[in-house]
């Protein structure tokens, strides 16, 4: 299984959903029969690339940065470790950042994408896809996290267990094997949960993240760009915050840290590269382009609210102890997570102002 391979196959099937998703954009580059805006000022030619060659550098910069912060503070920043108090209302704030992606960002761009007007009405004007779509890719996470989390547990239980009760050794001491084995069990199990945490949401992560780059890279108004740039910087800079930590709880071996945070910084500049190179045959509003960005937007914001929800905010808000022992850090966490869902449903507002 994915949960438990080795660091090869991880590569492997990060790499093949990486190829296929940025190949979505060049099978999408069809004709359309509603009319595609036209740029009005072809002189801007240099300007967009020169903004577009900035994104990808500011993109790139924020994301790395974030998604490496909780590696760099446990070193350099002792009182930001991410087995402190403080991390966790950074993390409640990265989970705001999420939750509000998806239900902000995500899930409106699938549902205008799949209800365009260039869309035959039967069957995208007849039925819900977003909505249905985003149901079904949270119940498949949380089949995933369940079947995986399950097999697991089973090897680990089919495993000789050493016999139960205490044991006397030759000096008169005891070795309370049940308490040792049962200490041992916890601790492999949340690793396993936090390792599929991490792998499922770098999969949410990834596709939007290359949708939102080729979007950006084939854009040919400077109007939209400029601000979307500062946006897509933000919104990978936090996000990168919140997948970090989950990756540095998983407590994966160095190659596999470092292979996962290597696709989080360079989906969407690589997506922002192809967009650049089909710019001017993609069209953006052609059928297929609308109902391949639809689905797997729509995915995407199902995995995204289920994680944020269920395995980052429902982890620390309701099962973790120190949390729920501390009114003061109940509080702290709570605001952080409303400024972080409040500051990405800003940045919805000003896209839209753009």
């Known amino acids: 299984m994915i949960w438990t391979s080795s660091q090869s196959y991880s590569a492997k099937f990060f790499s093949t959903i990486l190829l296929l998703i940025l190949l979505l954009p060049i099978v999408a580059s069809s004709n359309c029969t509603c009319t595609q805006k036209q740029d009005e000022d072809r002189n801007q030619s240099k300007q967009l690339i020169i903004y577009k ?6 993109v790139l910069v924020s994301g790395a940065l974030g998604v490496c912060l909780p590696f760099l503070v446990k070193i350099n920043i002792p009182f930001l470790h991410p087995d402190n108090d403080i991390y966790l209302l950074v993390k409640a704030f990265a989970a705001g950042v999420i939750l509000a992606t998806g239900f902000v960002h995500v899930l409106p761009d699938a549902q205008e994408s799949l209800t365009s007007p260039c869309l035959s009405e039967k069957p995208w004007g007849k039925f819900p896809f977003t909505g249905f779509v ?3 890719s949270a119940i498949g996470t949380l089949m995933m996290e369940s079947m995986a989390t399950g097999y ?8 000789p267990q050493p016999i139960d009760g205490d044991e006397e050794t030759e000096d008169g001491s005891h070795q309370v094997h049940s308490s040792a084995l049962a200490l041992e069990s916890s601790n492999s199990s949340d690793k396993i949960r936090n390792r599929i945490i991490s792998q499922v949401l770098e999969l949410g992560i990834i ?3 290359v949708i939102i780059g080729v979007s950006l890279g084939a854009c040919q108004n400077l109007h939209i760009i400029k601000p979307l740039v500062a ?5 990978q800079f936090f996000e990168g915050i919140g997948l970090g930590g989950c990756i540095y709880q998983a407590k994966f071996n160095q190659k596999t840290m470092a292979i996962m945070v290597g696709f989080f910084s360079m989906t969407s500049p690589c997506g922002i590269g192809v967009g650049i190179a089909i710019s001017n045959t993609y069209n953006e509003n052609s059928p297929t382009a609308l109902v391949v960005e639809g689905l797997l937007l729509s995915a995407s914001a199902g995995i995204l609210i289920y994680m944020a929800l269920v395995d980052l905010l429902a982890a620390d808000f309701i099962n973790n102890a120190k949390m729920l022992s501390n009114p003061k850090l109940q509080f702290g966490a709570s605001f952080t997570l409303l400024l972080g869902a409040g500051f990405m449903s800003l940045l919805a507002k000003l896209g839209d102002q753009s």
């Open 53 to 58: 060659l900035v994104a990808i550098v500011s």
């Open 134 to 136: 985003a149901m079904v």
């Open 152 to 159: 697991n547990k089973r090897s680990a239980l089919s495993k």
């Open 207 to 209: 596709v939007h993240s």
């Open 231 to 235: 946006a897509l910087s933000f919104h």
